[in-house]
């Protein structure tokens, strides 16, 4: 059973940064692919960024590009997400997502597993 639990969201200022983790549990070790996705209200969900188990295949959406970094830790299967230079549209909930196998790992990877979310609120 796969679990996702995310942590460090919180209210920032403009300008700001903020990392974001996301802790794997029951993934499948050596080929997982994790990514973070964010969801405004009344907006449709984005995918934000995405990495594979050995951090080669790295995939960043082009709002986000330059500004965020996702990283793994694949000892401990933990996915961060710095995010710096935040602006208000980057306020939204974020969710960590991941699946156990996959022919290859990007934001248009098929996610089976989600986390609860944590929220980021920039002002």
């Known amino acids: 059973h796969v679990q996702l639990v995310e942590s460090g969201g919180g209210s920032v200022q403009e300008g700001g940064s903020r990392r974001l983790s996301c802790a794997a549990s029951?993934?499948?070790?050596?080929?997982?692919?994790m990514a973070w996705f964010r969801q405004a209200p009344g907006k449709e969900r984005e995918g934000v960024a995405s990495i594979d188990f050995y951090g080669d295949a790295i995939t960043y959406a082009d709002s986000v590009r330059g500004r965020f970094t996702i990283s793994i830790d694949n000892t401990k299967a933990i996915a961060y997400l710095q995010m710096s230079s935040l602006k208000p549209e980057d306020t939204a909930m974020y969710s960590c997502?991941?699946?156990?196998?996959?022919?290859?790992?990007?934001?248009?990877?098929?996610?089976?597993?989600w986390g609860q979310g944590t929220q980021v609120t920039v002002s």
């Open positions: 029951g993934v499948t070790y050596g080929t997982y692919c």
């Open positions: 997502a991941a699946v156990s196998v996959a022919p290859r790992c990007g934001l248009d990877t098929h996610f089976n597993e």
